[in-house]
């Protein structure tokens, strides 16, 4: 079955400490998203990548950072920079005229 | 800078009632809306994709209607079940692959 896949579904972060959240795609979609979702907020843009090997900032990207070296993939790295990271991640990915497909998420939790 | 809000926060209607859902966006300048619903802990589903160039698309009980020059589009539910319920969002996607404005969704309860 096509569609996104992220891991972990729940992930604890300890105070200073790097992360990565993984997101595959087999959609063959160009356009790959990372958004942040908050309670009782809507979702923000941290990164989007519009094709392998290039990516943009998207509105609160301070503290995250990105890759793109495969179609299929695009993690995102939850720094120690990021000073308040417990909040819920969405993969998306789209390609152009279709909906836009997400992930089922990553809770993460600073302990 | 775009921005996109949705009407009511929250709405809790009897099994069966047809019922209204209200999106609005500041820049008609958008490459198409989507509504999508999310449950509880769970991603996104896309629903409807309305490209700028409709006015409204179908899916079962789902009717969605853009109206771009007034920056509204509506998701119309008929004969709401109890499955109905969750979280449902608008989006609007500004340039194909570049970012999708999301609106702070409407929880739905339908009651049995």
């Known amino acids: 079955d096509g569609g996104i896949t992220q891991s972990p579904k729940y992930l604890f972060r300890k105070e200073g400490q790097n992360v990565t959240l993984s997101c595959e795609q087999n959609?063959?979609?160009?356009?790959m998203y990372w958004y942040r979702q908050d309670p009782g907020q809507g979702l923000r843009l941290i990164y989007y990548?519009?094709?392998?090997?290039?990516?943009q900032k998207g509105d609160i990207a301070e503290g995250y950072s990105v890759s793109r070296e495969k179609k299929e993939s695009f993690p995102l790295t939850v720094t120690s920079a990021q000073k308040n990271p417990t909040a819920f991640y969405l993969c998306?990915?789209?390609?152009?005229?279709?909906?836009?497909?997400f992930g089922q998420g990553t809770r993460l939790t600073v302990v | 800078k775009q921005e996109v809000t949705q009407i009511p926060a929250a709405l809790s209607v009897p099994e069966g009632e047809n019922l209204v859902l209200n999106c609005s966006f500041t820049?008609?300048?958008?490459?198409?809306l989507q509504w999508f619903r999310q449950d509880p802990g769970k991603g996104l589903t896309s629903l409807l994709l309305i490209q700028s160039s409709q006015r409204e698309q179908t899916s079962g009980r789902l009717n969605a209607s853009l109206d771009k020059s007034s920056g509204r589009s509506t998701l119309y539910i008929a004969a709401s079940q109890p499955g109905d319920s969750a979280t449902y969002l608008c989006a609007v996607e500004v340039n194909y692959g570049q970012n999708f404005v999301f609106g702070p969704g409407t929880r739905l309860s339908v009651l049995p």
């Open positions: 959609l063959n979609h160009d356009a």
């Open positions: 990548s519009q094709i392998v090997n290039d990516f």
């Open positions: 820049d008609s300048a958008i490459y198409n």
């Open positions: 998306a990915s789209s390609v152009q005229g279709l909906s836009a497909f």
